[in-house]
């Protein structure tokens, strides 16, 4: 073969001859032993009539299109082998990740490479093929020569992943294995990818993937996505790596999580968090889902009333963590009740002894722990609010509703 490749679909259905030129069977499936060589192919399952037999690459002379001819006419009957991937049945239609195009694609073909060693030729797997090319080979299988398929593909520009760039995720209990590429390009990307991504993948491949991706990186992919997909990714995981991902998220998402799941399985998380988010948790868990308090947050950053703008910078760099998201800060008298509002840019155009209090907002917008989601929702509206303050009933600083609380409802509606 001049090109010294080989498709997935080319090898199926190949007639297999003896050492006398005779056909004893044709190939069903190709397997790879990844413990021993992640790349060549190690045995070819052949089929005739009903029984289906074994031949190990070694025993192979020649491979073209023409056929596989063997130099050795032992064959062994075919055993299952849990340490065996096949191609056909465990690669060809299952998802893979292209974090590159941030999509779920399907495997629709495999290319191998040919090669001489010694005096056998030998199959490696080269790429895993994704685009039209391959389903325009698929479609043509058995239905024209394979060499005519060749030219006529040749207008379609190829799609495909090279095999040293994929890993198997998680085998299921059907050895049907699903690729992915590395986690640590998966974590690189923008959680609203990821998390379009993992939404399109199968409960057992969304598992996987939690279980293996740094707990920060599957906090923040899990906050973009729906509540019922949240609460069956947690479910799915050990109680230690659920806690883990929901004490990275923001306590007010924490709660709404875990308020989807089943008392107990959200009591067992609870009890595997640390001290300090756990309370916080907690007591978001206490109001309606529907009230300011069940939608605050309760991260912010408050400083004392007599409190200097130098004073906030410092309050600022403590809160590193907050940056991205932080537009305002409150003010509060020694008994934590809110009295005042200020824009975090008034900042950058006050001198560091200036007063806080002196850059507040005049008109305090406020609203109590039992307010009406949908009040809420008016209130952003009317004042063209980012962040809104909720209080209890003794007016003491109890969170905030930030506008992506509020985009997160009407996307809901």
Known sequence: MADSLLYLTELQGLKVYDLKHRVIGRVKDAAIVPLIDPFRVDRFLIGAGYAWFTVRYDQVKTISLDGIYLKDE?????????????????????????????????????????????????????????????????????????????????????????????????????????LNISNQLLEKMHPADLADIVEELSPEDREAIFSAINSEVAAEALSEMDRGIQASIIESLDTDKAAEIIEEMAPDEAADVLAELEEETSQEILEEMETEPKAEVRELLEFREDSAGGMMNTEYVALHENARVADAIEGIRGNEELVDSLNVLLLVDADERLVGVIPVARLFLAAPDQLLKELVNENLIQVPVTERRDRITELFDKYNLLTLPVVDEDGKLAGVITADDIISVLRQK
């Open 74 to 178: 032992l064959l062994t009957p075919y055993h299952s082998d849990e340490y065996m991937l096949r191609v056909v049945r465990d690669l060809v239609d299952q998802q893979i990740i292209d974090v590159h195009g941030r999509k779920v694609v399907r495997v629709t073909d495999v290319t191998f490479e040919l090669r001489r060693e010694r005096d056998s030729d030998i199959l490696t797997v080269l790429e895993v093929d994704i685009g039209l090319r391959s389903v325009f080979r698929r479609l043509l299988q058995g239905v024209i020569p394979p060499r005519w398929i060749r030219r006529l593909q040749d207008c379609i520009p190829p799609n495909s992943i090279r095999w040293e760039f994929c890993n198997i995720l998680e085998p299921d209990p059907q050895r049907r294995l699903r």
